[in-house]
């Protein structure tokens, strides 16, 4: 049994992972704190009440940020908070504990229980509140020796572009996430993505929005083709919901943007598991 913890910045989604029957039998949901103080207080005693109940030493923790090898809060623009903090530091030392950044565990996530069948290569995109990715090359997860992640999300697609929540301008995140798309429509009664997408229905500025979003994603997608060539591409997070409705958009800034001989060399999916970041924090041991 391992318990597996998702951080993001609104919701901590939790569970415990049957290893043999490789799936969660007890799952929690509890908002994010947004202090120092109370985000390790909820996050101690999730792990003291599944311990109460059921017989774990493995925690797997997905976080929205980097992390370096000894646990430092290096980077985490959504929950600011948190950074120059020792994570592990303050957790019960009793238990054997693995944390990753958020979207590499998405892409362990897919590539182990996704139901895509992925031979080697995978590279998951995590669309939500921000953009992560995370690749698996020849069957492991690509890091580098200091164990500090990718920034997919902070690819320039427009330079001198809307300014992002990592202090840049012109980022990836800023067009396509859904704070970046929440924050470019500007509407005081539209404060989440379900909402603004509800909204393009009937709203010719949200669905523009939306549209560029997309397209912009297509953009920064083309880039991660051009450079890994993976087998497939998987598409995760609230946002890839709507995938469906906008692919046209995302397709036309892939084309424009990939290398002609690469297009056809890529399958582009939508997540088939509500939790790839779960799973993943699970899939770490
Ligand atoms: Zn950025």
């Given amino acids: 049994m391992i318990l597996a913890i998702d951080i993001g910045a609104t919701f901590i989604k939790t569970g415990l992972f049957n290893t043999y029957q490789k799936k969660f039998i007890d799952y929690k949901i509890f908002s994010t704190p947004k202090t120092t103080k109370s985000f390790f207080k909820i996050l101690n005693k999730i792990i003291i009440d599944f311990k109460n109940s059921s017989i774990f030493n493995k925690i797997g923790i997905g976080f929205p940020g980097n992390i370096d090898i000894n646990g430092n809060i290096l980077f985490s623009p959504n929950l600011k908070f948190l950074e120059n903090k020792n994570f592990l530091e303050k957790l019960p030392n009793?238990?054997?504990?693995?944390?990753?950044?958020?979207?590499?565990?998405?892409?362990?996530?897919?590539?182990?229980?996704?139901?895509?069948?992925?031979?080697?290569?995978?590279?998951?995109?995590?669309?939500?509140?921000?953009?992560?990715?995370?690749?698996?090359?020849?069957?492991?997860?690509?890091?580098?020796?200091?164990?500090?992640?990718?920034?997919?999300?902070?690819?320039?697609v427009i330079e001198n572009g809307e300014k992002c929540s990592c202090g840049k301008f012109g980022c990836l995140e800023a067009y396509s996430s859904a704070s970046g798309m929440l924050k470019r429509f500007k509407h005081k009664n539209i404060k989440t993505f379900e909402q603004l997408l509800k909204q393009s229905i009937h709203d010719k500025n949200a669905k523009k929005i939306l549209e560029e979003g997309f397209y912009y994603l297509g953009c920064g997608v083309s880039n991660f083709i051009n450079i890994f060539s993976p087998e497939i591409i998987i598409l995760s997070g609230g946002v890839a919901k709507a995938f469906k409705f906008y692919k046209k958009e995302f397709i036309r800034g892939i084309k424009k943007h990939t290398i002609k001989f690469l297009q056809n060399k890529v399958i582009i999916k939508q997540s088939k598991i509500k939790q790839s970041g779960l799973y993943g924090a699970a899939g770490l041991f």
Avoid at 114 to 120: A, E, L
Avoid at 134 to 145: P, R, V, W, Y
Wanted: charge should be positive; glycine fraction near 16%.
């Fill in 94 to 156: 009793n238990f054997i504990i693995k944390i990753e950044n958020d979207a590499n565990c998405a892409a362990i996530g897919e590539f182990k229980f996704g139901g895509f069948n992925v031979k080697n290569d995978l590279l998951c995109i995590t669309i939500g509140t921000g953009i992560g990715g995370g690749i698996i090359i020849n069957k492991k997860l690509f890091q580098n020796s200091r164990k500090i992640g990718m920034e997919l999300g902070h690819t320039i």
